[in-house]
């Protein structure tokens, strides 16, 4: 199964932007779909962005449309999520997530956090307003 381990987290300030990464320890290229999630204190985890496995198509939630993006590199088995203008309300740990593709080849990305089976610690992003 595959393992997943985010970085690149931190403090910032509002309008600052950050660069996630996710780093897997197989090839997720045609193999899974990648998602990243965060939570906030108190509050439940949300779906953020994900990344079909072909790399070809991606989904992002209303709030984060238009200043994240997420992207991948097969050659490193690592996926981004690229956050610009971020704002106080982005404070959360982000979470890289995992689905795998099933035999059929159809993906549908899901953003429920119970279809995904492979989950990284978490990284801290922190901003400042």
Sequence with gaps: QVQLVESGGGLVQAG??????????????????????RQAPGKEREFVAAIKSTGGSTSYADSVKGRFTIS??????????????LKA????????????VGSS????????????????????????S
Excluded at 16 to 37: M, P, V
């Design 72 to 85: 991948g590199d097969a050659g490193k088995n690592t996926l981004y999520l690229q956050m610009n203008s």
């Design 89 to 100: 309300e982005d404070t959360a740990v982000y979470y890289c997530a995992a689905k795998r």
């Design 16 to 37: 600052d932007s950050l660069r996630l990464s996710c780093s897997a320890s197989e090839r997720t290229k045609n193999r899974y779909i990648i998602a990243w999630f």
């Design 105 to 128: 080849g159809i993906e549908i990305v899901s953003q429920s956090i119970r279809s995904y089976a492979y989950w990284g610690p978490g990284t801290q992003v922190t901003v400042s």
